[in-house]
C-alpha cells in the first residue's frame, strides 16, 4: 500500500512565523503536490513537483514556496504565515507519468491555524 | 469556468438505501480521467473509485459504481447499500491528458447516512 505522511495533523502559529509543513511518501512516486481545502472550495493546487529539484505553480502559489531536494520528500513553506492561510493542507503523490490514469494518493492532512 | 461541478451541497439517506451523488464535468480534451474520494470527518481523502474516458463500462468497485455518461458530461457516484460509515464529504475530480498532471476537483458533497 502506498503510504504517505504528513508531519503534523494539527499545528498553530503566529502571524509572521515561517511554517515548514512536511510530506513524506514511500512508494518512489514521481510527482508530489500540495493541495488547500477550504469549505465550500474544493482542493486548490498550490504547488507539484515532478522530479527532485522541480516544481511548477498551482493555481494559488501566492505566499508559499516548495521544497523538494530528495525524491521522497516535499515541503510546503509559509514564508510569513497570515491569518488567510488557516487551513486544512493535504499533500498527495502519483507514480509520474502523464497518464490520466494515475491516481492520486493523500496524506491525512495538515490543519494549520494562523493566529 | 468551473470544470467539477457538485451541485448537492449536503444529501441524507437512509441506512441501507442507494444514493446518487451527482458530478458533472467541463473539459475539450479527448482523453481524462474522472475520480471520486472520500473525506471522512478525520481528514484523509481515501481514493474511491476511477473511470477513463475511453472505458466502455461503467467502473465498479464494491459498493461504489460510477454512472458514466459521457455525451452528457455527468460521472455520477452510486453507492449501494448505504451504511453509517459512509458519512463522511465526496470529492469528484478529474485529471485531462493534457495540461498539467494534478487534479481539479468539485466543492464536494457531504453525505449523511441515518439509521
Known amino acids: 500500500d502506498v503510504k504517505v505522511t504528513q508531519s503534523s495533523r494539527y499545528l498553530v502559529k503566529r502571524t509572521g512565523e515561517k511554517v515548514f509543513l512536511e510530506c513524506v511518501q514511500d512508494?518512489?512516486?514521481?510527482?508530489m503536490f500540495w493541495y488547500r481545502q477550504d469549505p465550500g472550495l474544493g482542493l486548490r493546487l498550490i504547488y507539484f513537483s515532478y522530479d527532485v529539484k522541480m516544481k511548477e505553480k498551482g493555481d494559488i502559489p501566492e505566499g508559499y514556496s516548495v521544497s523538494r531536494e530528495k525524491k521522497e520528500r516535499f515541503s510546503l513553506i509559509l514564508e510569513s504565515a497570515s491569518t488567510n492561510q488557516t487551513s486544512m493542507y493535504l499533500c498527495?503523490?502519483?507514480?509520474?507519468?502523464?497518464?490520466?490514469?494515475?491516481?492520486?494518493?493523500f496524506g491525512p492532512g495538515t490543519r494549520l491555524t494562523v493566529l | 469556468a468551473q470544470k467539477i461541478t457538485q451541485t448537492q451541497p449536503g444529501m441524507f439517506v437512509q441506512e441501507k438505501e442507494a444514493v446518487t451523488l451527482d458530478c458533472t464535468y467541463d473539459?475539450?480534451?479527448?482523453?481524462?480521467?474522472l475520480f471520486w474520494y472520500k473525506q471522512p470527518s478525520s481528514g484523509e481523502m481515501i481514493f474511491l473509485i476511477y473511470q477513463g474516458s475511453y472505458d466502455q463500462q461503467n467502473a465498479t468497485e464494491g459498493r461504489y459504481s460510477l454512472n458514466f455518461q459521457k455525451a452528457r458530461k455527468s460521472a455520477n457516484l452510486v453507492i449501494s447499500a448505504s451504511q453509517l460509515g459512509d458519512s463522511a464529504m465526496y470529492f469528484c475530480a478529474m485529471r485531462e491528458g493534457t495540461g498539467r498532471r494534478a487534479l481539479t476537483f468539485g466543492s464536494g458533497t457531504r453525505l449523511q447516512v441515518q439509521p
Open positions: 473539459t475539450s480534451d479527448p482523453s481524462y480521467g
Open positions: 498527495a503523490s502519483t507514480i509520474g507519468g502523464i497518464e490520466y490514469t494515475d491516481t492520486q494518493y
Open positions: 512508494m518512489d512516486h514521481e510527482n
